[in-house]
């Protein structure tokens, strides 16, 4: 089923696009998501979608917000650097930064691991 109702397409379409986009961009593909799944629960009960579906549904939302969480901790991360370096001081790092996998790894120098 390839309609207007359809949560699966439009959810790929949101989800690719939330990815490095503005806070407030970032919050309305979250709300975003929430109504797709919510009618994606909807359209399993009415047994039009399958259960594997719905779970695809859910775990693309929950990408899209774990994608909102890591760019606003890198956006804290770039204004606490930038804070520093305005009034005179090199970055601060505490000797660890989170990768993409949520895995902790010692960094070389700096935030960046440079």
């Known amino acids: 089923m390839r309609g207007s109702r359809d949560p699966v397409g439009l959810h790929r379409v949101g989800h690719h ?3 490095g986009v503005g806070g407030g961009e970032m919050k309305r593909q979250i709300d975003r998501g929430k109504r797709i799944v919510n ?3 909807l359209q399993y009960n009415a047994m039009q979608i399958g259960i594997f579906q719905l779970l695809r549904e859910r ?3 929950i990408e899209t917000g774990v994608a909102y ?3 606003l901790r890198e ?3 770039a204004r606490a650097d930038l804070e520093q370096i305005s009034s005179g001081r090199l970055p601060i790092s505490n000797g ?3 990768d993409g996998t949520g895995a902790k790894t010692k960094m070389k120098e700096g935030r960046n691991g440079e």
């Open 59 to 61: 775990e693309q939302q």
């Open 75 to 77: 956006y804290w991360l």
């Open 96 to 98: 660890f930064r989170v």
């Open 69 to 71: 969480v890591d760019a």
């Open 39 to 41: 009618e994606a629960q």
């Open 17 to 19: 696009s939330a990815v």
